[in-house]
């Protein structure tokens, strides 16, 4: 069966929308009813590309959320990493940490000051990790393993003076 006639026509805007209109053979109604069956394939795919992108989100926020605790939980290791550095990479200090735990009346004045304010550093970094495990960005278990490390350091008498 020929094309007996064939049109082209165009809609005026950022998106051109072609038409084609004719009749195929002798029965004007079958060009229609092809219409309706590519429209009704047309939306089955569009629903099955709805619902691969909502698939597709769905996965990448997954790996986002991962990559984002791990992020987290780097960061607080740092964070911990850099205070024990920066005190054992200084003699005086580990000395000043060493007597504050084991006689902290011992200390004078400007050393209870200098050892309140590592303390404070500490325990701002603690507040980081209980903050990020009630937000549950850290998951129990690197809480867990991280509050045993705070009470460790808070145990000795001179961090609870």
Known sequence: MALERFRLCTLEGPVRIFLIQGRLG???GKGRFMLEQLTAIASVISALAIVATAVYAS?????NTRAVTAASFQHVVNSFAEYSFEIGHDRE???????????YASLNEVERYQFSLLL?????????????STAHVLSEAHWTGMRRSISTNLAPPGAQA
């Open 26 to 28: 002798a029965n004007p």
């Open 59 to 63: 996965i990448q926020i997954r790996h």
């Open 120 to 132: 404070l550093s500490f325990l701002r970094r603690a507040e980081n990790v209980l903050f990020q």
């Open 93 to 103: 200090l580990v000395d000043l940490c060493f007597r504050a735990n084991r006689d």
